[in-house]
C-alpha cells in the first residue's frame, strides 16, 4: 500500500498514532521552535504547526515545518484559507512539498476580527472543504485548479478538522461526510472533554461508514486550571466544556489543579483507546509541551 508520510505509514498499519501541536513563535526566533522541538521529539509521531492561530502574527507554518523536518520531526502543515487566495495557496501547497512537507491539515481560520490585526482584510477566496478538494487533486491528478500538469504533484496526506461539539450537532457528521467525500484521509478533532457526546458522533459516523473511510484522532488538551476550564466552556467557540469537569478542577487546590488536568486527560486517552473508529489521538498541550512527554509515557503509549 502507498504511504504519504511516516503518519499515514503508521495509521495504515492499524497502530494507534500520537500527534501534538507547535504553536510558531511571534517573531523570527527558530530557538523557540528548537526548544519546542526538544520537548516532543520521541513523543509523538507528528507535529501540528499552527498557521497564525486566533489570527495572531506569527512565524509562517511553511517555515517552523521546515525547522521540524531539519531536525527529523514530522510536521503537520496547517494551512488556513482565511490569509490566501488560491494562487496563493497552490503555490504554498507544492512549495511546502519541496521542502520535505508531507501532511497537510486543512482549515478555514480563526476570523481575524479576534486575533491582533482586526481591521485586515480576510480573503476566504475557497472555503476549507475546497481547499482539501485542491490538496487532494494536485497529488492525485497531478494538475494544479486551472488543469495545468504539475511536473512533480505534492504528495500530501490531507487532514480536516472536526468539532462534535458545535451545533446543530445532526450537522456535524454530515460536514464529516463532505470533508472526506472532498478527499480528508485523517480527521483531528476539537478537544474532548464531553465524552458522550463524543461517543455518540463517532458512533453516528461509524453508521454511516465514516470511520471505515478516514482516520480519526480525538483531540485532548490538558487543563492547567479551573480557570481556563471555565474560560474555555465560556469563550471559546465550539468547545464543550462539562460543568462535571469544572467543578472537579474547582475541588482540589490551586496548586494541584495541573496535576488533575493532566488525569482527566489521561482518563480521556484510555476511553478513546477503547472507542471503535478512533485511530489515535492529537495532543493540543496549548504553550504546556514540557507535559506532552509525560501524558504520552503514562497513557502506554510509548
Not at 121 to 129: A, L, P, Y
Not at 135 to 149: A, E, I, L, P
Not at 244 to 257: A, E, H, L, P, T
Not at 278 to 298: K, N, P, S, T
Request: proline share 3%; hydrophobic share 40%; aromatic share 6%.
Amino acid at each position: 500500500m502507498k504511504t504519504y508520510s511516516n503518519l499515514h505509514e503508521k495509521l495504515s498499519m492499524g497502530e494507534f498514532a500520537v500527534t501534538g501541536e507547535c504553536g510558531p513563535p511571534r517573531g523570527a526566533s527558530k530557538e523557540v521552535i528548537d526548544k519546542k522541538i526538544n520537548l516532543l521529539q520521541g513523543f509523538v509521531d507528528a507535529v501540528n504547526v499552527t498557521d497564525n492561530q486566533t489570527a495572531i502574527v506569527r512565524m509562517s507554518s511553511i517555515a517552523a515545518s521546515a525547522h521540524l523536518v531539519a531536525a527529523g520531526l514530522e510536521p503537520v502543515m496547517q494551512m488556513v484559507v482565511r490569509d490566501r487566495n488560491r494562487i496563493a495557496i497552490q503555490s504554498d501547497i507544492m512549495g511546502a512539498y519541496s521542502l520535505g512537507i508531507k501532511n497537510i491539515l486543512c482549515l478555514s481560520g480563526d476570523h481575524q476580527k479576534f486575533g491582533s490585526q482586526p481591521d485586515a482584510m480576510n480573503v476566504f477566496d475557497i472555503d476549507s472543504v475546497n481547499l482539501i478538494r485542491t490538496v487532494r487533486d494536485m497529488r492525485d491528478k497531478g494538475k494544479d485548479m486551472s488543469g495545468f500538469n504539475l511536473d512533480v504533484a505534492p504528495q500530501m496526506f490531507i487532514g480536516a478538522a472536526a468539532n462534535p461539539f458545535a451545533d446543530p450537532f445532526e450537522y456535524r457528521v454530515i460536514r464529516l461526510a463532505k470533508k472526506i467525500d472532498a478527499g480528508a484521509d485523517f480527521i483531528q478533532t476539537q478537544c474532548i472533554y464531553n465524552m458522550d457526546r463524543f461517543k455518540e458522533w463517532i458512533r453516528r459516523a461509524d453508521n454511516e461508514g465514516l470511520t471505515e473511510k478516514v482516520y480519526i484522532l480525538g483531540g485532548v488538551t490538558p487543563l492547567r486550571s479551573a480557570g481556563m476550564a471555565r474560560y474555555m466552556n465560556n469563550k471559546v467557540a465550539g468547545m464543550d466544556v462539562p460543568e462535571s469537569i469544572i467543578k472537579r478542577m474547582d475541588g482540589v487546590d490551586k496548586k494541584s489543579q495541573a496535576d488533575e488536568g493532566i488525569k482527566i486527560c489521561l482518563e480521556t486517552i484510555e476511553e478513546l483507546k477503547e472507542l471503535k473508529g478512533v485511530h489515535g489521538v492529537h495532543i493540543m498541550a496549548i504553550e504546556w509541551e514540557e507535559v506532552v512527554g509525560q501524558i504520552v509515557e503514562q497513557a502506554g503509549l510509548k
